[in-house]
């Protein structure tokens, strides 16, 4: 099956479809606080740390004796209270459990690994991660059919809703001169996920039309 072209005129990829996509089809996760973010707001509050320290001090590889200002701040950033942090394993077992509490929201995009996992899996498309974000930068303009079809059915899009339409020619004669050869691409794409039955019907569909239009010799010469 042919593959969409990048050549003026042609159809492509369209260059930022598939990055809008990715976006939009961000998910709202929930996750701890990263250790560099906690430092960063701890020399907000004036008890400046290092996430080095901040590591150490969760998990056991310096003793749990935080200066009075450093617990009041951690207690401030965690939402709990500086009682909450008592000196030793318990102060330790508290500062783990309300960091594991103080979960932050994001939107976050599907990786292109989990996308190509997908498209592995559903399609049987084995694409790389990195040809995926060539793709998606616009870097590589011209997958393959099957390619196009398997991200639309991950996105749940129309596969022509990727696609740069061809260029338009001018005057009246705009459809006389639109190329044939993209035309026939189009039409190959269109049978993407078409069931074999449902592929046998088109070819005797258009076994049909070609007959009807006198295009193949044998066609002729049996009429």
Same mark, same amino acid.
């Given at each position: 099956?042919?593959?969409p072209?990048?050549?003026?005129?042609?159809?492509?990829?369209?260059?930022t479809?598939?990055d809008?996509?990715? #976006?939009?089809?961000s998910?709202?996760t929930r996750r701890?606080?990263?250790?560099?973010e906690v430092?960063?707001?701890m020399?907000e509050?004036?008890?400046?740390?290092?996430d080095?320290?901040?590591?150490?001090?969760?998990?056991?590889?310096?003793?749990?004796? *935080?200066s009075?200002?450093?617990? #009041?701040?951690?207690? #401030?950033?965690?939402?709990?209270?500086?009682?909450d942090?008592p000196?030793?394993?318990?102060?330790?077992?508290?500062?783990?459990?309300?960091?594991?509490a103080k979960?932050?929201?994001?939107?976050?995009?599907?990786?292109?690994?989990?996308?190509?996992?997908?498209?592995?899996?559903?399609h049987?498309?084995a694409?790389?991660p990195?040809?995926l974000?060539?793709?998606?930068?616009?870097?590589?303009?011209? *997958?393959?059919?099957?390619i196009?079809g398997?991200l639309?059915?991950?996105?749940g899009?129309?596969?022509?809703?990727?696609l740069?339409?061809?260029?338009s020619?001018?005057?009246?004669?705009?459809a006389?001169?639109r190329?044939?050869d993209d035309e026939?691409r189009?039409m190959?794409m269109?049978?993407?996920?078409?069931?074999?039955?449902?592929?046998?019907?088109?070819?005797s569909?258009?076994?049909?039309?070609?007959?009807?239009?006198?295009?193949?010799?044998?066609?002729?010469?049996?009429e």
């Amino acid at each position: 099956m042919g593959t969409p072209s990048s050549r003026a005129g042609r159809t492509g990829l369209a260059k930022t479809r598939l990055d809008q996509l990715f #976006r939009d089809n961000s998910r709202e996760t929930r996750r701890e606080l990263h250790a560099t973010e906690v430092a960063t707001a701890m020399a907000e509050l004036g008890e400046p740390v290092t996430d080095t320290y901040l590591r150490m001090l969760r998990y056991g590889q310096r003793p749990f004796n *935080p200066s009075e200002g450093k617990r #009041r701040a951690l207690a #401030r950033i965690l939402d709990g209270r500086p009682e909450d942090l008592p000196t030793g394993s318990a102060g330790r077992a508290a500062l783990n459990e309300l960091w594991q509490a103080k979960l932050v929201t994001e939107l976050k995009e599907p990786s292109t690994r989990e996308v190509t996992e997908w498209l592995r899996r559903h399609h049987g498309v084995a694409i790389t991660p990195r040809y995926l974000q060539q793709l998606r930068d616009g870097v590589a303009t011209n *997958p393959s059919a099957a390619i196009v079809g398997a991200l639309a059915a991950y996105f749940g899009v129309p596969m022509d809703s990727l696609l740069v339409p061809p260029e338009s020619g001018r005057g009246e004669d705009v459809a006389a001169t639109r190329d044939e050869d993209d035309e026939v691409r189009l039409m190959s794409m269109r049978l993407f996920g078409v069931s074999p039955q449902g592929r046998a019907f088109i070819t005797s569909v258009i076994e049909d039309v070609r007959r009807n239009e006198k295009l193949d010799s044998l066609a002729e010469d049996g009429e």
